[in-house]
């Protein structure tokens, strides 16, 4: 369904739903991120951009479970860093994780809305992921954690910034810290996780069911309430503001926007086609 090939990703478009599935496969390491498997999640999204039949993205761990199920247990710590870069010198290492981040960030900043479908381990660099996708779902036996503190690394692919500004600071210190793995109950609780429930057929329908809703919606809407609420969030309020006055008015040219508002005049249910 692609036209990209993928090493260590799989992309499966669902065409009654708009929306486009990109699973982690690497299930004999638990989906363990390499440098290159955040590069091609990001390029197997990025193909989808401005293609108004995909209009939700979901990132997950491939369904074919070999050892244990994940999203994904982070780094793979047995990779090397790529590039030349030496493990030995600092200065490499902070190029390592800039080059990390820059998929991260593009991950996050992908205009559509991005759906973490978490079933098993979420750590490190996994729980990472989850952090800049927009809406997570996870079954009940799914944890998450930041184990880096016991290896005496840290956890650098944003889970100081993030998280913190998800689930407050002593949670996400305690997280940090003590690099303990918290239930997805816990995460539910604390407002991380959007959606519980249980493994197998639950887990599928949910994803198809809220995937839907956001695949059938009003795309440029969507763009405009994740820059307001993203990054409107992270500047002082009055500029938040004006994000969110420009973000009005830029939707205020779509097609879905007049078809939102003459099906509510006709007493009918809108029919959202994406179109910018
Ligand atoms: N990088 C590379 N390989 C990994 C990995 C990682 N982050 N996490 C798991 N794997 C591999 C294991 O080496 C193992 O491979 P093997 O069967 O060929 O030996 C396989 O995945 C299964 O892992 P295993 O440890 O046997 O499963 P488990 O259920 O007992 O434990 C974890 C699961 C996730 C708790 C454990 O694998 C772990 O602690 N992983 C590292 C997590 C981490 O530190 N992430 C942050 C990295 S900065």
């Known amino acids: 369904m692609s036209e990209k090939k993928f090493n260590d990703v799989l992309v499966e478009k669902i065409e009654d739903g708009n929306y486009v599935v990109i699973s982690i496969n690497r299930p004999d390491k638990l989906n363990a991120l390499t440098t290159d498997t955040l590069r091609e999640i990001y390029e197997a999204m990025e193909q989808f951009e401005v293609d108004s039949n995909v209009r939700c993205i979901v990132l997950r761990g491939t369904k074919n479970i070999t050892k244990k199920a994940a999203f994904s247990a982070g780094a793979d710590l047995a990779a090397g860093m790529g590039k030349g870069l030496k493990p030995n010198i600092p200065v490499h290492m902070a190029m390592a994780m ?44 799914s944890f998450f954690g930041f184990p880096e503190i016991a290896r005496g690394i840290f956890p650098g692919n944003g889970g100081t910034q993030r998280m913190v500004r998800h689930i407050g600071l002593a949670r996400a210190l305690k997280m940090c810290y003590f690099g303990e793995r918290e239930s997805a109950e816990t995460m539910h609780d604390w407002g991380y996780v959007g959606f519980l429930c249980d493994d197998g057929d639950e887990f599928e329908s949910l994803i198809h069911e809220k995937a839907s809703v956001l695949g059938n919606s009003a795309t440029t809407s969507l763009f405009c309430i994740k820059k307001a609420v993203k990054f409107g969030s992270q500047v002082p309020l009055q500029i938040g503001n004006i994000f969110e006055m420009l973000g009005f008015g830029v939707n205020s040219g779509s097609k879905d926007v007049n078809e939102g508002i003459m099906a509510f005049l006709q007493k009918r249910d809108p029919k959202f086609t994406g179109g910018m």
Request: glycine content about 10%; hydrophobic content about 40%.
């Open 98 to 141: 800039q080059q990390k981040h820059k998929y991260y960030d593009l991950i996050e900043s992908f205009p559509k809305p991005v759906i973490a479908a978490v079933d098993g381990y979420a750590f490190g660099g996994g729980c990472e992921l989850s952090l800049v996708c927009d809406i997570v779902i996870a079954t009940r036996r």
